[in-house]
């Protein structure tokens, strides 16, 4: 039988009798100091130990064929708020996306100093996952030890969802991180609740949090039971600071109120049925919901609501015990169950009123407490091994996953060949050419934007039909002409890009499109593609050579 866990893990070595020594013959107040101290010291070495792996996993995971996916019609919405000037973008704001307008600032500054490729436009999703997975270890680290949190945040950055929107040119990445951000520095505050300054980063953090996005403040139930768990005192001061974190939102959450009609109308009404399947969408995978949510559980049968041991063996803060001052048994626990859970259910119940906010991206930001969960409840597995076999199965398991969301149209719900369009007109195009997309009932697939964003900057073909672009309405959507057959202006070449389906790609356009363009033009030639048609017509008077 081994030597019990009581001795090798607590008893003194030399330096430590000397530290006591030491300490004992101090100040009270100084010696407390260096106490303190020495087991932040320590805190800092066990937390440094746990977020490394996670974060290179994540950022590897993100980076891997982001520029594969073409750009969606939410990408595309992104791409063309934020390379609109900034006067129009702000104004832009006051009609539309007001929710998204940090979001959108961001990524203006960003396309400014590294451009708009899909790449470029993707890039801070992905840096933002790597912090996200690394704010999940440390998050891990702090509550059940250094192996459970470098655990947890390998299950976050193994999860598909989460490599599917890290390479997603939107807010929720960004919005992922913000939340364990700011958890983790609720954490450090509760650690030391008199300190100002880390109250103050808390603050900030949430502030972050309601300007990304307005849904993920519910993530703040979760920081309630944490402040709830500390005492009173404490409960004053979380509740201050997420006050001003809140407070700072209270513009985006004036204008987003009144838009949301219009934004977000599309999502159901939830009902139980689609709560229950709101899980496996939230994982991006049934089998990863199933076998992290239960992982979870588990992690409640603990003693105490803790595993039977820490890392290596070890029990002090330097060897995967919690920080100083942090919370530890049953009501972390609780704390990490509300973060996941309450949520989606916060959602769900206020979704039976005027407008339903339920849908499971705006949810992405629990993630990381489920992470940490299922961390805790493997940190006892032994051999370690055991762990590593059990994330390798994983990974091989999700990988048809991992490779469907790298897939050309892999972001659609309807798959359009916006780069295959872009490529035809380019490769075809002579100079005094044009272009007429079609805008009507299908105009939620957004070819002009998206065959616009995939042409040359120096490749911008007269729009024949367009009256007002979104930009100049200081909206998403543009307006044309009324009287189209006043609006051609004798081009003799015209580029039609239109929904595929018809055989007459004509017959796509509004009416009186149509047959303004027959009048005057016929077609010489077709390119039907994934979701969209692009043809060539040539003036009748023009004897111009066709392609």
Same mark, same amino acid.
Request: aromatic letters at 6%; one cysteine or more; hydrophobic letters at 50%.
């Given at each position: 039988?081994?030597?019990?866990?009581?001795?090798?893990?607590?008893?003194?070595?030399?330096?430590?009798?000397?530290?006591?020594?030491?300490?004992?013959?101090?100040?009270?107040?100084?010696?407390?100091?260096?106490?303190?101290?020495?087991?932040?010291?320590?805190?800092?070495?066990?937390?440094?130990? &746990?977020?490394?792996?996670?974060?290179?996993?994540?950022?590897?995971?993100?980076?891997?064929? &982001?520029?594969g996916p073409q750009l969606w019609e939410d990408e595309l919405n992104t791409w063309d708020m934020a390379t609109r000037s900034t006067g129009r973008l702000l104004e832009t704001i006051q009609h539309v996306d007001a929710v998204l307008a940090t979001y959108y600032l961001l990524l203006h500054g960003w396309t400014g100093l590294f451009g708009d490729s899909d790449l470029a436009l993707r890039l801070p999703s992905v840096l933002a996952t790597?912090?996200?997975?690394?704010?999940?270890?440390?998050?891990?680290?702090?509550?059940?030890?250094?192996?459970?949190?470098?655990? &947890?945040?390998?299950l976050f950055a193994l999860t598909p969802v989460v490599s599917r929107y890290a390479q997603e040119a939107r807010p929720y990445a960004l919005v992922v991180l913000a939340v364990a951000l700011a958890t983790l520095l609720l954490l450090r505050a509760l650690d030391r609740p008199a300190s100002v300054p880390r109250w103050a980063a808390y603050a900030l953090a949430t502030a972050a949090v309601g300007l990304l996005h307005l849904v993920a403040l519910t993530a703040l139930a979760g920081h309630l039971v944490a402040a709830v768990?500390?005492?009173?005192?404490?409960?004053?001061?979380?509740?201050?600071?997420?006050?001003?974190?809140?407070?700072?939102?209270?513009?985006?959450?004036?204008?987003?109120?009144?838009?949301?009609?219009?934004?977000?109308?599309?999502?159901?009404?939830?009902?139980?049925?689609g709560l229950a399947a709101f899980w496996p969408q939230l994982f991006g995978s049934a089998l990863v919901a199933g076998a992290v949510m239960a992982l979870a559980a588990l992690a409640w049968a603990g003693r105490d609501g803790r595993t039977d041991g820490e890392d290596a063996g070890g029990s002090g803060v330097g060897d995967g015990g919690a920080g100083p001052g942090a919370m530890t048994g049953r009501p972390w626990l609780l704390a990490m169950t509300a973060s996941a859970v309450a949520p989606p259910l916060i959602l769900w119940t206020v979704s039976h009123g005027d407008v339903s906010y339920f849908y499971f991206r705006y949810l992405l930001f629990t993630l990381p407490a489920w992470a940490v969960l299922a961390g805790a409840?493997?940190?006892?597995?032994?051999?370690?091994?055991?762990?590593?076999?059990?994330?390798?199965?994983?990974?091989?398991?999700?990988?048809?996953?991992?490779?469907?969301?790298?897939?050309?149209?892999?972001?659609?719900?309807?798959?359009?060949?916006?780069?295959?369009?872009?490529?035809?007109?380019?490769?075809?195009?002579?100079?005094?050419? &044009?272009?007429?997309?079609?805008?009507?009932?299908?105009?939620?697939?957004l070819l002009d934007a998206g065959v616009r964003h995939y042409l040359p900057d120096d490749l911008r073909p007269r729009d024949v039909f367009l009256a007002r672009s979104a930009a100049d309405r200081a909206d998403l959507w543009a307006t044309e002409c009324p009287a189209p057959a006043r609006c051609l202006r004798g081009e003799p070449r015209i580029w039609l890009v239109v929904p595929a389906g018809d055989a007459d790609p004509l017959t796509a356009l509004p009416p009186a499109q149509a047959r303004a363009l027959r009048a005057h033009y016929t077609a010489t030639g077709t390119e039907r593609l994934t979701g969209v048609t692009v043809a060539l017509l040539v003036r009748k008077d023009a004897g111009a050579r066709t392609r």
């Open positions: 039988m081994g030597t019990p866990a009581s001795v090798t893990d607590h008893a003194p070595e030399p330096a430590d009798l000397a530290a006591s020594a030491a300490s004992a013959a101090a100040p009270a107040g100084l010696a407390t100091d260096r106490t303190a101290a020495a087991a932040e010291g320590d805190h800092r070495r066990l937390l440094g130990s &746990a977020w490394l792996w996670p974060g290179l996993l994540a950022l590897v995971l993100g980076l891997y064929g &982001a520029g790597a912090g996200a997975a690394v704010c999940t270890a440390l998050i891990g680290a702090r509550l059940a030890g250094r192996r459970a949190g470098r655990v &947890a945040g390998l768990a500390k005492g009173r005192s404490v409960l004053l001061r979380f509740g201050l600071a997420a006050l001003a974190g809140v407070a700072a939102s209270a513009p985006v959450l004036l204008l987003g109120r009144a838009q949301a009609g219009r934004q977000i109308s599309w999502i159901p009404r939830p009902d139980l049925e409840a493997l940190r006892t597995v032994r051999p370690r091994a055991v762990v590593a076999v059990l994330l390798a199965a994983l990974a091989l398991l999700t990988l048809p996953e991992q490779r469907a969301l790298r897939e050309p149209y892999a972001h659609f719900w309807h798959g359009v060949d916006y780069r295959g369009a872009a490529a035809t007109i380019e490769r075809y195009h002579r100079p005094g050419d &044009a272009v007429v997309y079609d805008r009507g009932d299908d105009y939620w697939r």
